[in-house]
């Protein structure tokens, strides 16, 4: 016996108790059978309406739970149907409530299945449409709006998955054609012209569209632009000793604004190589690229030697002029412009001297290596030229000093010559003060370096400035002069 119909027994007994019980008290107190009758019945309403109200709510219960058992198992039928599952089927036996509660829990999971589904769909969806922008395909075949069952969905993944696996090659060989492509436009010199030159170089690579199409003409223009270069190449080839040509004479160019020595040029082999080959070409290119950094290091330096350069050629040149006798036949007043630009040149050569040490020396120091011209140092360089300049002097001088020596023997052992005066072209007459300052030599003295006194003074041997032994002169012989006997 259930427990349930032993408490139903027990509540009987225990009403039927109350009764006798309750006729007992009325028997003590003396109550009319009239008012027993109407308590007895008030008893009996109690009980009944309160059993009925009981049985009305368990009715009810059982009404709503045959409502929702109802209700779940056609919403299970219909989310079986959309999720392409097998229907929902109770066991035998359940109890009302158990069915209910079965029905419940599997419509909450089949209701979560459902919006699983649709979220992955919605993510596929998604990537579909991301790799459909990128490749310019056309989206997977699938009903946005209908549950995806999972052989959908698992075909929809294996899709995206070759397709995305597609769109790594297409970029990977995207990648590959525009370096290839860049090579070439480099080597031509070329820009991109068209919009789509314009978008395969542009530097956001993923904005590209990898479509068949787009790759296809990619490797048309790379094929393009590989025979124009490989056209270019032979004509290069078919030239190259021209091209050699012309470069050698930009590194002679740079060689003479680097003022590099001759040790230093002959060090570049391939310079007198005769065999005119793309490698000699290549080598020439890389000295040209190293002359041409090597002069924009050094361009404010150089800068500063050339206008020394200039300025000491142009001091050389006035000076050979002062020496010129027939530039008192100048007319129009160069030769008092000659005079003041060469003593302005006197003046400003060594200031521009001790400028330049100074930047050399604050180069030197920065850099950590000596400042070479003409493979040595600029000062030993400038002091040279200062030693050349003054051991060529001290020559003229000797020369004609000898000269002069010379012509005393001859006028010793000859006589003297008496020479008519040839006619001047100037008018008037020169002073002695005059005709010794215009005679031969300007009397402007030669300066020196400001580096003399910076420099070793150790006098450099110079063989024009020893001493000169002349030639002894013979006694004269009478007798062998004409008119003497």
């Not at 009925?52 to 009404?63: H, P, S």
């Not at 929702?68 to 959309?82: C, D, G, M």
């Not at 969905?153 to 995206?160: D, H």
């Not at 005393?408 to 020169?430: A, C, H, N, V, W």
Request: charged share 30%; glycine share 4%; aromatic share 8%.
């Amino acid at each position: 016996m259930r427990v349930s119909e032993v408490h139903a027994a027990e509540s009987v007994a225990y009403l039927n108790r109350a009764l006798v019980r309750l006729q007992d008290i009325w028997d003590e107190i003396g109550i009319p059978e009239e008012q027993r009758l109407q308590r007895t019945n008030d008893v009996h309403k109690h009980i009944k309406g309160l059993l009925d109200l009981m049985i009305t709510e368990e009715e009810q219960l059982k009404k709503r739970l045959m409502k929702n058992i109802q209700a779940f198992l056609e919403e299970l039928k219909t989310l079986s149907r959309e999720l392409q599952l097998p229907s929902f089927e109770e066991e035998e036996g359940c109890s009302m409530l158990q069915i209910e509660k079965n029905s419940r829990i599997r419509l909450e999971l089949m209701k979560e299945h459902k919006k699983q589904r649709m979220e992955e769909l919605k993510g596929l969806l998604g990537k579909d449409r991301e790799l459909c922008d990128i490749m310019c395909t056309t989206p997977f075949g699938i009903d946005q709006a209908a549950i995806p069952s999972l052989k959908q969905l698992e075909a929809y993944r294996a899709y995206l998955d070759d397709l995305t696996k597609e769109k790594e090659c297409r970029h990977d060989e995207f990648v590959s054609l525009k370096k290839e492509i860049s090579i070439c436009m480099d080597d031509l010199e070329r820009h991109p012209e068209t919009s789509f030159e314009m978008d395969v170089m542009s530097e956001d690579e993923e904005a590209f569209c990898l479509s068949n199409d787009n790759i296809a003409a990619l490797k048309v223009l790379l094929s393009q632009l590989q025979a124009e270069v490989q056209r270019l190449e032979v004509l290069k080839m078919q030239s190259m000793k021209s091209f050699i040509v012309a470069i050698r004479g930009e590194i002679a160019l740079f060689w003479e604004k680097c003022f590099y020595s001759q040790e230093q040029q002959q060090a570049f082999f391939s310079y007198h190589d005769d065999d005119f080959t793309e490698d000699i070409l290549h080598l020439h290119e890389a000295e040209v690229s190293t002359l041409k950094q090597y002069y924009e290091d050094h361009q404010e330096l150089f800068g500063g030697v050339m206008k020394w350069q200039e300025n000491w050629t142009l001091y050389l040149e006035l000076d050979i002029k002062a020496n010129d006798p027939a530039r008192f036949n100048n007319r129009g007043g160069n030769l008092l412009k000659e005079e003041k630009q060469r003593a302005d040149l006197q003046k400003s050569l060594p200031k521009l001297e001790k400028s330049l040490k100074a930047q050399i020396d604050a180069w030197e120091q920065e850099h950590e290596k000596e400042f070479l011209v003409n493979g040595q140092k600029f000062l030993e360089y400038v002091q040279q030229q200062w030693d050349h300049h003054h051991a060529e002097k001290e020559r003229e001088k000797l020369e004609r000093q000898m000269k002069k020596i010379k012509q005393i023997q001859e006028d010793m052992l000859y006589g003297t010559t008496m020479k008519t005066p040839s006619k001047r072209p100037m008018g008037g007459t020169l002073t002695p003060g005059k005709v010794r300052k215009l005679n031969g030599t300007s009397t402007m003295s030669t300066p020196n370096s400001f580096l003399s006194g910076t420099m070793s003074n150790r006098p450099s041997p110079n063989p024009l400035c020893q001493p000169a032994s002349y030639p002894s002169c013979e006694p004269l012989d009478l007798q062998r002069l004409p008119g003497v006997h």
